[in-house]
Every structure is written in structure tokens, then in C-alpha cells.
């Protein structure tokens, strides 16, 4: 459930509960035009986004197959952007972001001294969108920080394309 449909809803509750306290006739009325306009709005909301949502689906169901091909392997994120397009995998296995060449460094250090066989990345293959919320030192930084991973202790066993984003398996040398 989006923010938008969960605000109506919530509205609805309270609006609902007023009308039962409410007295007079007629602030009544406007309580439960109120009460069918958030009905509506929902409806409304949730019948335009649900094309949107079947096609969410299918790439999700996509990549998290792609994900559970490796349980075992962590994955990680070369951006913030990667790392918020992968939901439920979150409570199958650990995500890391490591935005630049040196924190990958630190990154494979840990897993190297944590016995980690293999790990998988995973990374949005074009320039990510820009929040207009966002600063562009924080764009920069954490969004749109794409680099190509040298490794010292693991190679790259796979690198697939799906529907615009990379997934490539690690293993250790």
C-alpha cells in the first residue's frame, strides 16, 4: 500500500469516528461526503497504479529468483538507488552498499576474513533518476556511483544483464 492510499484510509478512519460523536445534522453530511470522497480517491489511486504494480512485479520476481539462485551469497550495492530496488531478499540475506573503489577495499577485507565464498552485485545499469529532494553532493555520493569493482581476493564468475540492471556473482580466488 502506497503513502496516498494509507493517508486516505487513515483520514477515513478519523472522519468516520467524528461522524458517530458529531451532533448537529448537517456537519454530519459533510463528514460522510467527506468519508465517500477518500473512498473514492482510493479506488481512484489504486486502480491507476495497478498496471504499474504488475509490471513492478514481474522484474521483482525476476531478480529475486536471480538472487536466490546464491542464498548463501551477500549482496551488494554500488549506490543507494540499487539498494532500495530490492525489497523482501533483505530478509533472506544481508545487503551492503559500497559506493566507491576503497569501501569495497574495507568490504572485501570483512568477507575475506569472514570466510565468505561468494558474494553477488547488483546495480542499476543507467543513470539513476534524480530527487529533486536530493542535494547533488548526496547524488553524487551515494545515487549515481557507478565503478567498475577490482578485487583483489575474489573474481567475477558471472555478469548478466536484466532488464537494464547488472547481476554479477563473485567467488573467491
Not at 520476481?61 to 549506490?79: G, M, N, R, T, W
Not at 551515494?142 to 555478469?159: A, G, H, L, V
Request: glycine letters at 2%; a positive charge; aromatic letters at 16%.
Amino acid at each position: 500500500m502506497r503513502f496516498t492510499e494509507f493517508t486516505y484510509l487513515l483520514i477515513t478512519i478519523y472522519v468516520c469516528i467524528t461522524i458517530v460523536s458529531e451532533k448537529e445534522v448537517s456537519k454530519r453530511r459533510i463528514l460522510v461526503f467527506l468519508v465517500l470522497l477518500q473512498i473514492f480517491l482510493g479506488i481512484y489511486h489504486v486502480r491507476k497504479n495497478i498496471r504499474n504494480l504488475d509490471y513492478i512485479k514481474k522484474y521483482h520476481d525476476i531478480y529475486q529468483s536471480k538472487l536466490d539462485e546464491f542464498p548463501e551469497a551477500p549482496v551488494l550495492h554500488l549506490s543507494t538507488f540499487d539498494l532500495l530496488l530490492i525489497s523482501d531478499s533483505f530478509l533472506k540475506k544481508p545487503h551492503w552498499i559500497v559506493n566507491h573503489q576503497m569501501k569495497f577495499e574495507m568490504m572485501e577485507e570483512k568477507l575475506k576474513e569472514q570466510k565468505v565464498s561468494q558474494f553477488q552485485v547488483f546495480v542499476y545499469d543507467f543513470v539513476p533518476p534524480k530527487d529533486d529532494n536530493v542535494t547533488e553532493d548526496f547524488y553524487k555520493e551515494w545515487i549515481n556511483t557507478k565503478f567498475e569493482i577490482k578485487s583483489k581476493y575474489y573474481e567475477k564468475q558471472r555478469d548478466e544483464k536484466i532488464a537494464g540492471f547488472r547481476l554479477m556473482l563473485w567467488k573467491m580466488k
